[in-house]
T-cell receptor, first 116, second 113 residues
Framework: DSGVTQTPKHLITATGQRVTLRCSPR?????VYWYQQSLDQGLQFLIQ???????AKGNILERFSAQQFPDLHSELNLSSLELGDSALYFC???????????????FGNGTRLTVT | AQTVTQSQPEMSVQEAETVTLSCTYD???????LFWYKQPPSRQMILVIR????KQQNATENRFSVNFQKAAKSFSLKISDSQLGDAAMYFC??????????WGAGTKLIIKP
């Protein structure tokens, strides 16, 4: 168990709708990262927050937004959903803002989003 | 642009044998980090091993070791004494200077009993 909690595990919704994915980082971790994994693909980095502030931005669509709250949990909002948004969305956390050193990434089990 | 390529969509190995998964990457940087992650059917990404580019010595973690060839931009993962629990998707990833992780498409590892 990584200590990172993502809810819900599965989400099925229709095109044009809006959904919110939630992530609770591992206790003590200040950074939260969001990744998208489409079928048979590696992960695509979306966005990182560190202690409530946006730290880095990847290939995140304008229809997507995220925030990290004072209790350090994070939410990823996906709006005007399209069929191509169907994917696994992972949240990861790390203690610091640089995960390559002694502060590795810890991943949640992901949210499977299906847009019909 | 930085890219990570895993040329083997699927590999299979007999239990207790050794298997090597390939990964190549493209970067103009001299200092960076490389990772291998495992994704079992439970979907969770699990860090297997990490390599710092400025370190010449290949990283090892129990049955897992890497062959890091910096000049060739190659970062292969060797799994010794393969076990059924090693069956998973394996992803190679490169950390860019702006701290983004660039991922390969993955290799599905099948362990034959």
């Amino acid at each position: 168990d990584s200590g990172v909690t993502q809810t819900p595990k599965h989400l099925i919704t229709a095109t044009g709708q809006r959904v919110t994915l939630r992530c609770s980082p591992r206790s003590g971790d200040l950074s939260v990262y969001w990744y998208q994994q489409s079928l048979d693909q590696g992960l695509q980095f979306l966005i990182q927050y560190y202690n409530g502030e946006e730290r880095a931005k990847g290939n995140i669509l304008e229809r997507f937004s995220a925030q990290q709250f004072p209790d350090l949990h994070s939410e990823l909002n996906l709006s005007s959903l399209e069929l191509g948004d169907s994917a696994l969305y992972f949240c990861a956390s790390s203690e610091g803002w640089d995960y390559a050193g002694d502060s590795p990434l810890h991943f949640g089990n992901g949210t499977r989003l299906t847009v019909t | 642009a930085q890219t990570v390529t895993q040329s083997q969509p699927e590999m299979s190995v007999q239990e207790a044998e050794t298997v090597t998964l390939s990964c190549t990457y493209d970067t103009s940087e001299s200092d960076y980090y490389l990772f291998w992650y495992k994704q079992p059917p439970s979907r969770q990404m699990i860090l297997v091993i990490r390599q710092e580019a400025y370190k010449q010595q290949n990283a090892t973690e129990n049955r897992f070791s890497v062959n890091f060839q910096k000049a060739a931009k190659s970062f292969s993962l060797k799994i010794s004494d393969s076990q059924l629990g090693d069956a998973a998707m394996y992803f190679c990833a490169y950390r860019s200077p702006d701290y983004q992780l660039i991922w390969g498409a993955g290799t599905k590892l099948i362990i034959k009993p």
